[in-house]
């Protein structure tokens, strides 16, 4: 049976930025972040896994959005007994629960510190996040480069 702890979490980046766009009266943006997940394993150490969680949102010529906002998140882990891909799938998405709710509030602070209405993302399961997550199938790609 797979088991893991979280060693340590970090911001490795932070950053919002005001888009200069012309408003019309009562115009509306569709805010739809972007999430990435890489899962990264130590060569020092195979029981060392990196995390790194990130949320996005960018504004486009096709998709103007008021601001850009960068959120990410490194989580290292200690994993033990990790040894079939479904165990991998499980780290995934425990991983992902366990530093999600980190991430969602920097969005909501980010926004809030900028003077803005505060983003909330919404309180989403691990399993929800990513779609291939919730395939029966599961596949999680492990990134082939490893960390020092």
């Not at 009562?26 to 805010?31: H, K, L, Q």
């Not at 366990?98 to 510190?113: C, D, E, G, I, W």
């Not at 291939?132 to 480069?145: H, L």
Request: proline share 7%; glycine share 2%; aromatic share 10%.
């Amino acid at each position: 049976m797979i088991d893991y702890s979280m060693k340590a979490l970090t911001a490795d980046e932070l950053s919002f930025k005001v888009n200069p766009i012309k408003l019309e009266p009562n115009a509306r943006f569709e805010i739809k972040p972007y999430f990435s997940r890489r899962i990264q394993t130590s060569k020092e150490n195979p029981k060392i896994n990196i995390v790194v969680l990130e949320c996005k949102i960018e504004s486009t010529e096709d998709a103007p959005k008021p601001f850009n906002l960068v959120a990410r998140f490194v989580g290292v882990f200690e994993v033990n007994n990790m040894n079939t891909n479904e165990d991998r799938r499980i780290f995934a998405v425990n991983a992902t629960e366990t530093m999600f709710p980190y991430l969602r509030a920097s969005v909501s602070n980010l926004t809030s510190a900028a003077l803005i209405n505060p983003l909330n993302l919404p309180v989403v399961s691990g399993a929800t996040l990513f779609p291939d997550d919730r395939q029966e199938q599961y596949t999680v790609n492990f990134d082939s480069k490893t960390v020092n």
